[in-house]
């Protein structure tokens, strides 16, 4: 069965430290891969997503950035962290032919 | 560019009330996804509508798609306390939106 894993589950960074969040999917090959944000009470924001290894599209430019280095793998990444980085990211995989996005359990990042 | 409008942001409700949460979007949409989000959980997904005017059912879960594709409302009849979380629309799949999410509570 296909199993999607995130870690850190929980991040506390100080402000200009980098950041590197990654997600990994089990049991399938070549999904669509998705980044996500949520700050505390509110809706997702989509940051990145892929179609495929090496292929990123951003929908927020911001000082985050996201890698596709293996089919199964997504990462997103940050040189300096700021205040308002702060908030519950979310990675989804959408399986090939499918439209259903299935989400990780989340890293909940604080920046102090 | 396209957006996806949810309300209310809040509900609560006592038990055995119902609930709805509608979606309206500003530009036809060719599908729309619901999703339930549990307190400190992650999204998890729920039912896809396509067509226009579709109704579909899951238990005590009814969720519309409007005749234009434009709007979209997931009801549910007698809450119970396990209904508690967060609900969200989001479409089309082409080109995903979530709704800013409507946050049920439930008081037993």
């Known amino acids: 069965s296909q199993t999607i894993h995130q870690w850190p589950a929980t991040l506390v960074q100080p402000v200009g430290s980098p950041l590197s969040l990654e997600c990994t999917v089990e049991?399938?090959?070549?999904?669509?891969l998705y980044w996500y944000r949520q700050a505390a009470g509110r809706g997702l924001q989509l940051l990145f997503y892929?179609?495929?290894?090496?292929?990123i599209s951003s929908e927020v430019p911001q000082n985050l950035s996201a890698s596709r280095p293996q089919d199964r793998q997504f990462i997103l990444s940050s040189k300096k962290l700021l205040l308002s980085d702060s908030g519950f990211y979310l990675c989804?995989?959408?399986?090939?032919?499918?439209?259903?996005?299935?989400f990780g359990p989340g890293t909940r990042l604080t920046v102090l | 560019g396209q957006q996806v409008m949810q309300i209310p942001q809040y509900q609560h409700v006592q038990e055995g009330e119902d609930f709805t949460t509608y979606c309206n979007s500003s530009t036809t949409l060719s599908n729309i996804q619901w999703y339930k989000q549990r307190p400190g959980g992650h999204p998890v997904f729920l039912i896809q509508l396509v067509k226009s005017g579709e109704v579909k059912k899951q238990k005590r879960l009814t969720f519309q798609f409007g005749e234009a594709k434009k709007n979209s409302s997931l009801h549910i009849t007698a809450t119970q306390t396990t209904d508690v979380g967060t609900y969200f629309c989001?479409?089309?799949?082409?080109?995903?939106?979530f709704g800013a999410g409507t946050r049920l509570t439930v008081k037993p």
């Open positions: 989804a995989w959408v399986p090939s032919g499918s439209h259903t996005q299935y």
């Open positions: 049991g399938t090959s070549n999904p669509n």
């Open positions: 892929s179609v495929g290894i090496g292929q």
């Open positions: 989001a479409g089309p799949w082409e080109n995903m939106r």
